[in-house]
């Protein structure tokens, strides 16, 4: 089963178009929710960790916020350069894995 | 520029052979991983080593042997790949691997079966 979902699985927006990533997860004990960006070719950057609900991160246009079923990532104003793929990932119980969403690919056109 | 390096950035080989992946680390981290990912997926763990002690072996086939020679090395032994094993494998470290800080990535090895 799915323990972590992201949607949608592909977002196209304008430059200076606001809009939001969601990350919702099933798991029980949640110890730690991450985002990174990837860019083709690239590993995963690190953006924010998340650990509590009403937690909220906040670096340049982006805006990561947490509940306790789900997490967002808020891009305003978004520019070409923001385009890549976002990933979220869930760390969980007493263990040290990582389980990864499928991702978001963005694309900002200018 | 990513503080996790991984070496070499490309690996063509064929399925005989034996080869080797590099990971080099300096944050001080005591916790090292393995991820293989293929196009258009996430990365999927493969095993994990904490205070140089492999800690998780995700059922990962003995045709990948991982050693840790000190906290700042990682190293991903290759023999006898499939070309189902084409995939970029990345390395990534944390602080430890109890601890719930993030995870740094290298950009990682493409490899090629062919």
């Known amino acids: 089963e799915d323990q972590v979902t992201q949607s949608p699985e592909a977002l196209r927006l304008q430059e200076g178009e606001s809009s939001s990533l969601n990350c919702s997860y099933t798991v029980s004990g949640l110890r730690g929710l991450f985002w990174y960006r990837q860019d083709p070719g690239k590993g995963p950057e690190f953006l924010f960790t998340l650990y509590s609900a009403g937690e909220e991160k906040e670096k340049e246009r982006l805006k990561a916020t947490l509940t306790k079923k789900e997490s967002f990532l808020h891009i305003t104003a978004p520019k070409p350069e923001d385009s890549a793929t976002y990933l979220c990932a869930v760390r969980y119980g007493g263990g040290n894995k990582l389980v990864f969403g499928a991702g978001t690919i963005l694309r900002v056109k200018s | 520029d990513t503080e996790v390096t991984q070496t070499p950035k490309h690996l063509v080989m064929g399925m005989t052979n034996k080869k080797s992946l590099k990971c080099e680390q300096h944050m001080g981290h005591r916790a090292m991983y393995w991820y293989k990912q293929k196009a258009k997926k996430p990365p999927e763990l493969m095993f994990v080593?904490?205070?140089?002690?492999?800690?998780i072996n995700e059922s990962v086939p003995s045709r990948f042997s991982p050693e840790c020679p000190n906290s700042s090395l990682l190293n991903l032994h290759l023999h006898a790949l499939q070309p189902e094993d084409s995939a970029l494998y990345l390395c990534?470290?944390?602080?430890?691997?109890?601890?719930?800080?993030?995870?740094?990535f290298g950009d990682g090895t493409r490899l090629s079966i062919l």
């Open positions: 990534a470290s944390s602080q430890s691997g109890g601890s719930n800080q993030p995870q740094h």
């Open positions: 080593y904490s205070y140089e002690k492999l800690s």
